[in-house]
């Protein structure tokens, strides 16, 4: 059974800094493709930022320079250092994977259930 649990969200003051780290459990881990997508009330989900199985990352223009994608491979981790933080990043976050499943041929995506992140101003 695939897992995607995250961490990490809460309430920051404009220029704080947030960690969000989400668990991965049940998948194929190292060569998984894995992002951070979020969703603001009355917006589609976007792409945050996505790190690929060899590590080259790629961000959404409006948070390149402030947030750092990264994966820990032996942990089956993944997180979004998020710093400079604005009131528009508020947004429910959540995390994404591309993976196998353990004992499965087939690459599919894995959503865990989000976590809220509101900047106040």
């Known amino acids: 059974q695939v897992q995607l649990v995250e961490s990490g969200g809460g309430l920051v003051q404009l220029g704080g800094s947030l960690k969000l780290s989400c668990a991965a459990s049940?998948?194929?881990?190292?060569?998984?493709?894995l992002a951070w997508y979020r969703q603001a009330p009355g917006k589609q989900r976007e792409l945050v930022a996505a790190i690929t199985s060899v590590g080259s990352t790629n961000y959404l223009d409006s948070v390149k320079g402030r947030f750092t994608i990264s994966r820990d491979n032996a942990k089956n981790m993944v997180y979004l250092q998020m710093n400079s933080l604005k009131p528009e990043d508020t947004a429910v976050y959540y995390c994404?994977?591309?993976?196998?499943?353990?004992?499965?041929?087939?690459?599919?995506?894995?959503w865990g259930q989000g976590t809220q992140v509101t900047v106040s101003s």
């Open positions: 994404n994977v591309e993976a196998r499943a353990w004992g499965s041929n087939q690459r599919l995506p894995y």
């Open positions: 049940g998948i194929v881990f190292s060569s998984a493709a």
